[in-house]
């Protein structure tokens, strides 16, 4: 019998040999381990000291931050390093709101990341006034009710670059000269797309957006909040100096070294996550849908790709349950996931399915596969290979496959 690919570097007995969960976390890049290790050994100095010990350490964070810069297209000086994208997230809307005390509105989408959702339902509960705008079911932003829903109060505009479950990627561009021609501030959770697709802050008017290092092969524990120069911003974590005053904390000198050179090997990537990454994404989505019946990719699927990311395929298998799909495919030692890995657990469907019009028996057998560029085309073919068993096997024993009479095919 065939025996499943191994990664190329397997961490252990426990870890998927087939691994196709990189919007919930990638590996660290060898490289960026490297990087790193000094700064877990002889190189310990606190970066805020006088002495050479220390003083050598904040100049390789100063090289990260230019790393990093170059990444986004900013200036370094716009970069601030945090703990993880939803620390940027909040610093980004809570800062933003507390710079603007006499507005009191938040609009953003039905479906972004908890890091944003779960923070402005808080803040609804605070007594902010919060607009979610809803998504077709290609899970696109009406960019005329954006429009009509800014208001006078309106503090900010936070919309996601790219969804983290679908992959449908959004008009930033758009969205932010809209938001600008009011004179209101604008972030965007770019989160999954860094590092994906090319950012450009030089020629994107976004005041404010976050990344996380985990998301493109950095460590976990480091992101990175990008504000614009002249953005008003109140720190959310006051203490010391850190940050020029815009984040007080130690720095975690190791993981922002390991972002620093994560966001040089994406660079070095970009081009590859467009064509050969999207390309087994592709495949695996075509066989699927052929393999498989009753079948469905959710998002934006445009002829030329760019509607979504090039790593990201959400389907749906009616009449099966999500869970059962995944503990399935674990069992094959292939690892994916059924959205947001910040929601695993929950029986409910995804909320970001749910805005776009899945219906209920679609959208509870709804898997997410998410690639990198690691990703080779022997594991592609394994998952093709394994997944019309699995869902026939499962389909045989639910209790739902009785109401798919003939299978229609894949849609």
């Known amino acids: 019998m065939r025996q499943a690919p191994k990664l190329n570097n397997p961490a252990g007995p426990f870890i998927p040999l087939v691994y196709l969960d990189n919007n ?14 000094p700064f877990l050994t002889e190189r310990y100095g606190n970066p805020s000291s006088i002495h050479a010990f220390g003083g050598d350490v904040k100049r390789d964070i100063d090289r990260a931050r230019e790393r990093v810069a170059a990444l986004l297209g900013a200036e370094p000086s716009e970069i601030i390093f945090t703990s993880c994208g939803t620390e940027s997230d909040n610093t ?54 954006l429009a009509r829903s800014i208001a006078d109060d309106t503090a900010i505009v936070s919309i996601m670059y790219a969804n983290n479950e679908t992959g449908v990627v959004f008009p930033i561009d758009e969205v932010a000269r809209i ?74 000198v190791a993981s922002i070294v390991g972002l620093g050179r994560a966001a040089e090997l994406a660079m070095a990537s970009i081009e590859e996550e467009r064509t050969r990454v999207r390309a087994l994404r592709d495949r695996l989505e075509a066989e699927i849908l052929a393999r498989c019946s009753d079948t469905r990719v959710n998002g934006d699927r445009d002829p030329d790709g760019a509607g979504r990311l090039p790593n990201t395929t959400s389907i749906s298998f009616e009449y099966v349950e999500g869970e059962a799909i995944l503990l399935m495919l674990d069992r094959e030692g292939i690892g994916a996931s059924s959205g947001s890995a910040c929601t695993s657990g929950s029986l409910e469907p995804s909320h970001v399915l749910r805005a776009m019009g899945v219906p209920f028996s679609a959208a509870h057998g709804s898997i997410r596969f998410s690639l990198s560029r690691y990703t080779t085309d022997e594991e592609i073919d394994y998952v093709i290979e394994k997944m019309p068993g699995i869902i026939e096997r499962l389909r045989a024993i639910s209790p739902f496959g009785g109401a798919r009479g003939v299978a229609s095919g894949a849609r």
């Not at 490289?31 to 290790?37: I, T």
């Open 179 to 252: 938001a600008k021609a009011r004179g209101v501030v604008v972030h965007t959770d770019a989160v999954q797309a860094a590092g994906k697709i090319p950012i450009d802050l030089r020629n994107l008017p976004v005041d404010l957006l976050a990344i996380s290092g985990h998301k493109l092969h950095a460590p976990k524990g480091v992101g990175v909040l990008y504000v614009r120069k002249g953005t008003r911003l109140v720190p959310w974590l006051v203490g010391g100096h850190q940050e020029r005053g815009r984040r007080g904390g130690t720095e975690n």
């Open 92 to 145: 980004a809307i809570r800062g933003t709101l507390q710079a603007y005390p006499e507005k009191r509105h938040i609009l953003t989408s039905k479906v972004e990341h908890p890091a944003v959702r779960s923070l402005c339902r808080q803040l609804a509960k605070e007594g902010y006034r919060v607009t979610e705008l809803p998504v077709d079911r290609a899970g696109k932003l009406d960019l005329d009710l």
């Open 24 to 37: 919930a976390t990638t590996r660290v890049a060898p490289e960026v381990v490297d990087a790193m290790l």
